[in-house]
């Protein structure tokens, strides 16, 4: 990985890694052992493996800072998510808006998680991400909810389709951008 040096005697910048779960149930060919690694609270909530939690504790014993993110972040991530769709758990959510955190503040960050709402997110918002596993998206993608029996499309808010009554919802794309390069 390539680090920039940040002007003060020729220090290298490190990039701070804000890890989703996926970095630690598939943590295979992911090496941020000289890398500046972060999560939240919720993340850690949401490790249910034995191995998860085993690889967990090796980067918390190896400098991993668990941190809660700024209240003013996660309505911002929050209501990205609501403009593009989408299903976000409240770790994902957390996740991304510490990113948002740093980012603010003018530090080099990258999200590490192999969830693809997770990095569709981090596009949306100028966030750099990074895959454990998987390939990650080559598109960017704006969802919206539609009515699973009458096909009309709603507000993400709403729980009862307004044409039928029914309340079974599917996410479709609306809007689909192919990404220019690589994060």
Partial sequence: MRKEKDGKRGRKKKIIHVLDASAFVKPEGLNLSEEICVTTHDVMEELKSLQAKITFDIFIKGGMDVLYPDGECIREAMERAREIGGKLSDADLSVVALALYFKKRGKE???????Y????LCV????KFRSVGARGITHSIKWVKKCAHCNLRVDTDENICPRCGLS???WVPAEKNKLRRKN
Avoid: K, M, P
């Fill in 109 to 115: 960050v990258a999200v590490v998680s192999d969830d």
């Fill in 168 to 170: 079974d919802f599917r």
């Fill in 117 to 120: 709402a997770v990095q569709n």
């Fill in 124 to 127: 949306s918002l100028g966030i």
